[in-house]
């Protein structure tokens, strides 16, 4: 650990000490959080609420000190699934049409915007320390963070106990805050989204068409799903009455390659709201930290062989669970048969053609195949129908038998129809919200 970080933290430790001997007054809930999240698992809800408490601040500052330590770095991140994920089998039917998950994504979009703006507040909180130790922490950015860390938890906790008056009511706390904290990003909101369609790039050995005539209708084809996919977040906007700017850029993991970088609304000239796009496709992930990353569909192989090709799992894994600003995760058919602790799933059907992989062009090259693991221990198997229902019940025995030979705990399956959608938010919990289905 640097030293100045060391120096940041003594200076938080005696600000700390002053809030408990009564020097400085203190806010009745802030504790001074580390760069890292802390969330401790609510019984009651089934979500992770943020752990305020003034006693236990002490305990937090030492594992601060102990993340020099790799074993002690190790256990705390141990998180196994990202905080906040819908896996579907179509956008249109999972998630577009779907007024359940298009309300769980409101909801995760309202809490990763919160959380985005608490680490900002920490950072700021810090420097304040840092530069003017003397004069301690400045108490109207703790007030800002105290108040946010309560609508986090309110958002949370609401989102499922609640009904819908109280849940708008939250929402419109958040947006109000949000637009009029002085410390919050720019005067219009930017949402930064990642689109990966790499899956659906993989070619077609069964086409008449040329390699190249097959990229560039793939590219195409791409280009429309993201263009209806940010549409769809800026409607998401428009019905919580916010104006944002939603800025996108494809990523295909193939060759670590950005296209078609574009920001809406489109006619943006004020300087504050511009957007800066990445420059190669680890910044993408990383440092442009991005709300949203969206995995579309297509051949689950060559989508989990570029990300094998490219060590891409880490960096993906790092933006959703092991973040204080966590993007959601929004896969759809292979993008979510991938996130799932296995994803041999995808040799089930045989619609998916492995040979587009060198060296593992069979189905039985890809069994025992792990997935990113991004839900615990749950595979996915989509586009699920009775017709599967057989297969399905043959696999899960299969599975069972698997289990008991390793002596293993038992996983879980989710078989995703095409209205489906499997909504994801933190560790503890996981649920199927279905859209409407026409008859």
């Known amino acids: 650990m640097k030293i100045k970080t060391i120096y940041a933290f003594l200076f938080l430790w005696r600000a700390s000490e002053a809030f408990t001997t009564g020097r400085v007054k203190k806010p009745a809930t802030w504790t001074a959080r580390p760069h890292f999240s802390l969330t401790v698992a609510s019984k009651t809800t089934g979500f992770?609420?943020?752990d305020r408490s003034l006693t236990k601040r002490k305990a937090q500052f030492s594992e601060c000190q102990e993340e020099q330590n790799p074993i002690t770095a190790k256990i705390n991140e141990t998180k196994q699934s990202?905080?906040?994920?819908?896996?579907?089998?179509?956008?249109?039917?999972?998630?577009?049409?779907?007024?359940?998950?298009?309300?769980?994504?409101?909801?995760?979009?309202?809490s990763t915007l919160l959380q985005h703006h608490i680490h900002e507040l920490q950072i700021k909180i810090e420097d304040s320390v840092k530069?003017?130790?003397?004069?301690?922490?400045?108490?109207?950015?703790?007030?800002?963070?105290?108040?946010?860390?309560?609508?986090l938890q309110q958002n949370e906790e609401h989102y499922k106990n609640d009904g819908n008056q109280m849940r708008n009511e939250i929402t419109e706390k958040i947006i109000k805050h949000l637009t009029h904290?002085?410390?919050?990003?720019?005067?219009?909101?930017n949402i930064r989204v990642v689109y990966i369609p790499?899956?659906?790039?993989?070619?077609?050995?069964?086409?008449?068409?040329?390699?190249?005539?097959?990229?560039q209708r793939a590219r195409a084809d791409g280009k429309k799903r993201r263009n209806q996919f940010v549409n769809f977040v800026n409607e998401l906007f428009q019905e919580m009455?916010?104006?944002?700017?939603?800025?996108?850029?494809?990523?295909?993991?193939?060759?670590?390659?950005?296209?078609?970088?574009?920001?809406?609304?489109?006619?943006t000239t004020d300087d504050e709201n511009t957007c800066s796009f990445p420059t190669d496709g680890k910044e993408a992930l990383a440092?442009?930290?991005?709300?949203?990353?969206?995995?579309?569909?297509?051949n689950?192989?060559?989508?989990?062989?570029?990300?094998?090709?490219?060590?891409?799992?880490?960096l993906i894994v790092d933006i959703l669970v092991n973040n204080p600003t966590p993007a959601i995760y929004i896969g759809k058919s292979a993008g979510a048969i991938i996130a799932g602790k296995k994803m041999e799933t995808a040799t089930w059907k045989g619609w998916d053609n492995p040979s587009i992989v060198p060296s593992r062009e069979t189905y039985d090259d890809w069994i025992g195949q792990p997935g990113l693991n991004l839900a615990g221990d749950a595979s996915f198997f989509p586009h699920m129908n009775d017709e599967w229902i057989p297969l399905v019940t043959k696999k899960r025995l299969d599975i069972i038998d698997e289990l008991e030979e390793e002596s293993s705990s038992s996983e879980q399956l989710y078989c995703l129809e095409e209205h489906h959608a499997c909504c994801i938010q933190g560790d503890v919990d996981r649920f199927i919200v279905k859209g409407h289905i026409e008859r």
């Open 241 to 267: 009455d916010w104006d944002v700017m939603t800025s996108a850029i494809t990523l295909d993991l193939d060759d670590a390659s950005l296209k078609q970088p574009s920001s809406t609304p489109s006619d």
């Open 131 to 151: 530069y003017s130790p003397c004069a301690g922490p400045n108490i109207e950015l703790l007030n800002e963070l105290e108040y946010a860390d309560k609508l």
């Open 300 to 314: 689950t192989f060559w989508l989990q062989h570029c990300i094998d090709k490219g060590d891409w799992s880490d």
């Open 198 to 215: 790499t899956a659906m790039y993989a070619l077609r050995t069964d086409s008449n068409n040329t390699p190249g005539k097959q990229r």
């Open 48 to 50: 992770n609420t943020v």
């Open 287 to 298: 440092d442009w930290n991005p709300h949203i990353c969206y995995v579309e569909g297509g």
């Open 181 to 189: 904290s002085p410390t919050f990003e720019t005067s219009m909101t």
């Open 82 to 110: 990202m905080q906040y994920g819908i896996l579907l089998s179509s956008f249109t039917d999972g998630l577009r049409d779907s007024a359940p998950a298009r309300d769980f994504l409101k909801f995760s979009l309202l």
